[in-house]
Each structure stands twice: as structure tokens, then as C-alpha cells.
T-cell receptor, first 113, second 113 residues
């Protein structure tokens, strides 16, 4: 059974700092990996999707990497801003025909002005 | 364009009552997913639709839970004889084809008293 773990559960940093969020998964047989952002009381916003054949994806100040063989992904946020404060969720889509996503419990990020 | 919409945004019900939650996917999206987010738990997959059929119902927690999709569009998640442990945020997502990003709605917060 695929399990996804995110460390740390919570992180508080001063504005301007570069930071890394970690995600690990137990089964390397994945179709893709996706990072989402969730703001309080709102749904999820997709940030980056990495296909299993890719090593990284970039969007603005965000960079996500994938090491499928070791079951790890990182989300790098450069020059953090207070508006980046949210919960960040990592999800994998397992191979094997199911379309479902398996989520970690998230990292709650607070960026202090 | 319009995103995924869900209704109601909040639902408070008494234990033992039936509830219906509605999801309107993005127009043209053939795949539709239901997830549940309970306090302290990660997002859990419930059911996946491709068109009007549900090839993966593996996440439905009991036979009190059912879902249907009509016209390849709107989906309804029904919970019969609600229990307090059903209290959660129910999220719907849609995607246009396999391997593409899942786009999430704002969710329905269900509280069972």
C-alpha cells in the first residue's frame, strides 16, 4: 500500500528565506507526483506536476524535484513571502490503473513579515 | 473559465439523516474524483468516475456511501444514515485526461451532530 509522508508537519520562517519541503513515498511505482497548496477553508491549488520520467519542474519561485528510485520529492521555495503561507500537500498517482491520488498530510508553512 | 464548483459549501445535519453533496466539474472534463479530508487525517480518495461509470470505488468507507454521475457532468455523493465520524470536508476534483492535473473544488464541510 502506497504511503506518503511529509516532513516537517509545520514550518515557520522569516520573509525572504529560501526553504525546502520534503515528501517521501513508499512505493516507487508511480505515474506522477503533484504538489498542491491549500489555503484555510479553500480547496487545493495545483502548483507543479512531475511525470515519473521527469526529474524536476519549475514555476516562478517554485522548483520541485523527483527521485523516483529513492521515493523522494522536494519542493523548493525561493525568497519566501507572507503570501506563501499555506499548507503544502504532496500527492502521488500510483501505477496500476487507478486514477486516484495518494496524499501526504501536508506541511503547514508560515512566512513571517 | 469556471472551475470546479461544489454545493452546499457547508452542511450541518443530525446523526441518522441522509445528505447529498453535489459537484459540478470543469466543462469537458471526463474524469471526476471525490476525496474526504478529516481533521488530523490526510486527504483520502473515495471514488473515481470516467464518464458516467465508476471504475474505482475502493475508497468508499461503507455501504452508507454512494455516488453517481449523470450526463458525464454533475456528480452527487450521498451519505445515508450519517454518523459523527462522517464529519469532514468533502472535496471534488476533475481532470481532462489521464496523467493530467486534477483541479479541485472548494469543498463541502459536513458536520454531523
Amino acid at each position: 500500500k502506497q504511503e506518503v509522508t511529509q516532513i516537517p508537519a509545520a514550518l515557520s520562517v522569516p520573509e525572504g528565506e529560501n526553504l525546502v519541503l520534503n515528501c517521501s513515498f513508499t512505493d516507487s511505482a508511480i505515474y506522477n507526483l503533484q504538489w498542491f497548496r491549500q489555503d484555510p477553508g479553500k480547496g487545493l491549488t495545483s502548483l507543479l506536476l512531475i511525470q515519473s520520467s521527469q526529474r524536476e519542474q519549475t514555476s516562478g519561485r517554485l522548483n520541485a524535484s523527483l527521485d523516483k528510485s529513492s521515493g523522494r520529492s522536494t519542493l523548493y521555495i525561493a525568497a519566501s513571502q507572507p503570501g506563501d503561507s499555506a499548507t503544502y500537500l504532496c500527492a502521488v498517482r500510483p501505477q496500476g490503473g487507478s486514477e486516484k491520488l495518494v496524499f501526504g498530510k501536508g506541511t503547514k508553512l508560515t512566512v513571517n513579515p | 473559465g469556471a472551475g470546479v464548483s461544489q454545493s452546499p459549501s457547508n452542511k450541518v445535519t443530525e446523526k441518522g439523516k441522509d445528505v447529498e453533496l453535489r459537484c459540478d466539474p470543469i466543462s469537458g472534463h471526463t474524469a471526476l474524483y471525490w476525496y474526504r479530508q478529516s481533521l488530523g487525517q490526510g486527504l483520502e480518495f473515495l471514488i473515481y468516475f470516467q464518464g458516467n461509470s465508476a471504475p474505482d470505488k475502493s475508497g468508499l468507507p461503507s455501504d452508507r456511501f454512494s455516488a453517481e454521475r449523470t450526463g458525464g457532468s454533475v456528480s452527487t455523493l450521498t451519505i445515508q444514515r450519517t454518523q459523527q465520524e462522517d464529519s469532514a470536508v468533502y472535496l471534488c476534483a476533475s481532470s481532462s485526461q489521464r496523467a493530467n492535473t486534477q483541479y479541485f473544488g472548494p469543498g463541502t464541510r459536513l458536520t454531523v451532530l
